[in-house]
C-alpha cells in the first residue's frame, strides 16, 4: 500500500486561506468516508483535527474543514494562524481493511 | 478522560525482537479500536495495525510478516511486537485509540532505536 499524495508544503500569511491535497486511489480514499487530517507541532504526537473527511472533533477550531471529491480528499485551514505551522497528515481506510497515512505537508506562515 | 502511555526498552539490538506495551486508562481495552503508528526521525508517519474487538487484528501489509499486536485485559494493556528489526525501524512508536472517525487519543510516543 502506498502512502498517500500530498503536496510537500504550502504556505500563506496570517488570515489567509490554505488547503492540503491528499490524492489516493479509488481502493483508498475514493472508495470510503473514512479520511482524517492530523496536525502535528515538531516533537509532539498528533492530533486529530477532522475525522470521517468532514467532521471535526470537540474543541477544534472550526477554521479546520475537510472534504473529498474523487480519489481526493482535502483540508482546508482558514484564517490562517502563526500556531497553525505546523506537519499536517492525511489517513485512510483501504480497501484491504488496513490504513495508509498521506506522505504529509508542512505548513508555513509567512 | 482516556489516556495512554507508551513503555519499552529505547535501544534494540539488530535482528531482535521490538516489544512494546501501551498502557491506558480512562476507558476499556476490550472495547474500540486500539493502534500501533510509528514515525522514523525526520520521516512522515506510518500506520503498523489496529486491535479490536478485543483481539482481533490487522496489519499493514509491509510489516505483516513481522508484526503481532496482543492483548492483555487483566492489565488493560495491549502489546507490539515487531520481530527481526533493522536500523530501518528505528522510529518514535506511538500507540493511539480510534474515536470520532480517527485515530482522537495518542500516547507521548517513545523513541526505539535499533543499533548494536
Known amino acids: 500500500q502506498s502512502a498517500l499524495t500530498q503536496p510537500a508544503s504550502v504556505s500563506g500569511s496570517p488570515g489567509q486561506s490554505v488547503t492540503i491535497s491528499c490524492t489516493g486511489t479509488?481502493?483508498?480514499?475514493?472508495?470510503?468516508?473514512?479520511v482524517s487530517w492530523y496536525q502535528q507541532h515538531p516533537g509532539k504526537a498528533p492530533k486529530l483535527i477532522i475525522g470521517?473527511?468532514?467532521n471535526r472533533p470537540s474543541g477544534v477550531s472550526n477554521r479546520f474543514s475537510g472534504s473529498k471529491s474523487g480519489n481526493t480528499a482535502s483540508l482546508t485551514i482558514s484564517g490562517l494562524q502563526a500556531e497553525d505551522e505546523a506537519e499536517y497528515y492525511c489517513?485512510?481506510?483501504?480497501?484491504?481493511?488496513?490504513?495508509?497515512f498521506g506522505t504529509g505537508t508542512k505548513v508555513t506562515v509567512l | 478522560q482516556v489516556q495512554l502511555q507508551e513503555s519499552g526498552p529505547g535501544l534494540v539490538k539488530p535482528s531482535e525482537t521490538l516489544t512494546l506495551t501501551c498502557s491506558v486508562s480512562?476507558?476499556?481495552?476490550?472495547?474500540?479500536?486500539w493502534s500501533w503508528i510509528r514515525q522514523p526521525p525526520g520521516a512522515g508517519l506510518e500506520w503498523i495495525g489496529f486491535?479490536?474487538?478485543?483481539?482481533?487484528?490487522t496489519y499493514n501489509v509491509a510489516l505483516n510478516s513481522r508484526v503481532t499486536i496482543s492483548v492483555d485485559t487483566s492489565r488493560n494493556q495491549f502489546s507490539l511486537n515487531l520481530r527481526s528489526v533493522t536500523a530501518a525501524d528505528t522510529a518514535v512508536y506511538y500507540c493511539?485509540?480510534?474515536?470520532?472517525?480517527?485515530?482522537?487519543?495518542w500516547g507521548q510516543g517513545t523513541l526505539v532505536t535499533v543499533s548494536s
Open positions: 486491535m479490536y474487538d478485543g483481539g482481533t487484528t
Open positions: 493511539a485509540r480510534y474515536l470520532s472517525g480517527g485515530l482522537a487519543y
Open positions: 470521517d473527511v468532514g
Open positions: 480512562g476507558d476499556s481495552i476490550s472495547r474500540n479500536y
Open positions: 489517513w485512510s481506510s483501504t480497501s484491504s481493511h488496513t490504513y495508509v
Open positions: 479509488s481502493s483508498d480514499v475514493g472508495g470510503y468516508n473514512s
